[in-house]
């Protein structure tokens, strides 16, 4: 069993990667800007710099492969992402040639979709480390999702399953980008978000959340939100408590569903912690029933983007333990 | 590999069972009542009366296996059912080394969830039979569900996956038995969807609905709804039309977080047929995020009660098959 792994983390901003260590976690990351709108071509190109960087500072013979989280669909053998948003005229990329092709070796290439990895991240390093089976809710621009089922990316007909920001908390609801009606990410997607707590404040001159954005109510953000509720403005607490009513009811259908009763929550919006987590937790069961309703918790993931980075090196650990045979 | 399993369905009404054939299906069926209120140890000698004798007439060691489709909570050993709705002091019964002492054998017993025992039925000889993953839902006196993932019932943590019924579609909706606001059941449950079609008819005195109850509205059921709309009767059809389009807004949400993209329709009100699944099929492409939209498929299990029978026996053939190292 080799010891490191590189994983690989497209974002649309930046793309970051990690030497990581089987058992130590990341040991060395780097980073670098997409120019995603230099093309796809360009983007691979970047890729292949921080990955022969990242494998030339391992020991030799010691790296099992490279991960990659990506955006987009993700085919069902792992190889090649489609349409990612945010990266122009990427149709169908296949990443796993286009990587072996450029670095000039056999190291094996995985890709995950990116929510998906970011739950494999927190199995073995983060929040889900204890436990054989959860779901994974990623609250940040979108909301996105992942199922661990056993240990291993519960991964659907054709990949892309976990894509719980499009359940419907309201068939008569508010849209969301997907077009779907109620759909939990028009509540807590960042801008749904927002724009929610934008439309409210108006009639809270007394908040806090009036000073911080110092009267720019286009500043207003869940991070503001935050920062005005730990600071004990009840109107921001009031939006976050909201957000965590709605996630409760959309975790309660997932639960029924797959009798998963670990959540771990992360992204950029679930820095709120428990004041949406709080909220979300009181009113779990009420969206489950009865028979499923006992040791249904709810976690933070902690470890941030390095989930993705460490569930990325992961998909490379766990491609050799099956050829070993091992697991 | 043997030929013959012995399936049998607990009913809260009537106690069934059958001599199953590996490739032929259902080969002999016998039925008796569940006497429930003569309590749990009554209706175990009636299921092992029904058991011996279908075993009786299979080939000398012909016999895989008992396999049991039981209302209530199964645990991850498939050997207990605690609390089946409908059988007075029925806590907890460990139904295979009941079977076993009073069958003085060593046939294998495996007992399965009901709606999950249909969809296994559904997936080796109904409409399941051409995919190696569906969603089952059950639309009966409650709505049920069983998840077949790979050809296999996937169990969740403890055994209780598949409660498609509680999976709320508005969560400030009506409250289902199970206490969820807004679950599928609250509008598809054959009381719920009865009591909706006896308040909207009070204004549709033309209904043909109105003289196949002959004024008592106590007679209405989805039974009478069908029958009404197969006659053209439009009230009718309209009732059928809102259940279909709240299915399709639930098996949108299924869908979404399983990537699992054909459903299968049983149970009883599943007779109301294209009628319900229709507008079920129109409305689910609408709740589903663009990426799995593609082959989406809505069938109706033709096999009625036959799937569970089928299913049960389908658990003591793959119990033999997993022993053996096959299948």
Chains 1, 2 share one sequence.
Not at 52 to 59: G, I, M, T, V
Not at 169 to 182: L, M, T, Y
Request: charged residues 20%; glycine residues 14%.
């Amino acid at each position: 069993m080799s010891s490191h792994a590189v994983g690989v983390d497209i974002g649309g901003t930046n793309l970051k990667a990690a030497l990581v260590g089987r058992d130590e976690g990341i040991l060395q990351q780097t980073t670098c800007p997409t120019e995603a709108e230099q093309g796809p071509e360009h983007v691979v190109s970047q890729i292949t710099g921080l990955v022969a960087a990242l494998s030339d500072a391992a020991p030799p013979d010691a790296v099992a492969g490279i991960g990659i989280g990506a955006p987009g669909a993700v085919n069902w053998a792992r190889t090649t992402v489609s349409h990612p948003p945010n990266i122009k005229g990427w149709a169908s990329v296949n990443l796993r040639s286009a990587l072996q092709s450029r670095l000039d070796n056999s190291l094996p290439v995985i890709v995950e979709n990116d929510a998906n990895v970011a739950a494999l991240g927190s199995a073995f390093y983060g929040a889900g480390q204890h436990v054989d089976s959860f779901i994974m809710i990623t609250l940040g621009t979108g909301v996105g999702g992942g199922i661990i089922y056993q240990n291993k990316i519960f991964r659907g007909s054709t990949g892309g399953a976990g894509e719980i920001g499009h359940m419907t908390i309201d068939h008569e609801g508010p849209f969301a980008n997907s077009g779907v009606s109620g759909a939990i990410e028009a509540y807590l997607g960042q801008k749904f978000l927002t724009a929610h707590a934008r439309d409210r404040i108006v009639n809270h001159p007394e908040s806090t959340v009036q000073e911080l954005v110092e009267g720019d109510l286009e500043e207003l953000s869940p991070r503001v939100l935050y920062e005005a509720a730990t600071q004990g403005d009840e109107f921001a607490q009031d939006m976050l408590a909201w957000a965590g009513h709605k996630l409760g009811c959309v975790l309660g259908s997932a639960v029924n569903l797959l009798d998963i009763r670990t959540i771990v929550v992360g992204g950029g919006v679930s820095a709120a912690g428990d004041y949406i987590l709080d909220p979300a937790r009181d009113v779990l069961p009420r969206f489950v029933t009865p028979g499923l309703r006992d040791d249904l918790h709810i976690y933070r993931e902690e470890l941030g983007n390095e989930a993705s980075l460490l569930g990325a090196a992961r998909l490379a650990f766990e491609g050799e333990d099956a050829q070993v045979g091992t697991r």
